[in-house]
């Protein structure tokens, strides 16, 4: 399961962040992670609460962002949703497309609280 190792990177980059804006706590994370990315939102979330405790992240929520595959076809230029990397044009039946969108990671952004609040 790799979403122990993404949890614990995500935990790292936000405390990181967090403790150089002279924060207490982070109470929101916001991440941006596309259909496509090989990344499961729940084992994430599951993940998350355990690498967070401890951290200034302990009581954060999560909240991820799931944009949709997109896949533009090189021969006619039809832009359409995808579920996964092979995928036909609808347009022309063509097998040559490239992934625009949806494999996406991010950490779109997070609130924090800083002391006296």
């Known amino acids: 399961m790799h979403e122990m190792s993404i949890a614990m990177s995500i935990v790292d980059a ?5 403790r150089a804006e002279g924060a207490v706590r982070i109470s929101l ?17 599951f993940c998350f609460s355990a ?3 401890g951290s200034l992240a302990g009581q ?6 799931e944009p949709d595959g997109r896949g533009r076809c090189s021969d ?7 579920d996964f ?14 992934i625009v969108s949806g494999e996406e990671f991010l950490i779109q952004s997070i609130i924090i609280d800083e002391e006296g609040e």
């Open 76 to 82: 006619c230029g039809h832009e359409f949703s995808v």
């Open 51 to 53: 690498a967070a405790t």
């Open 29 to 45: 994370i916001e991440l941006k992670i596309g259909k496509l990315a090989g990344i499961l939102p729940e084992a994430l979330r």
């Open 85 to 98: 990397y092979y995928a036909r044009c609808p347009e022309c039946g063509s097998l040559r497309i490239v």
């Open 60 to 65: 954060a929520q999560l909240v991820i962002d």
């Open 14 to 18: 936000v405390d990181a962040k967090a």
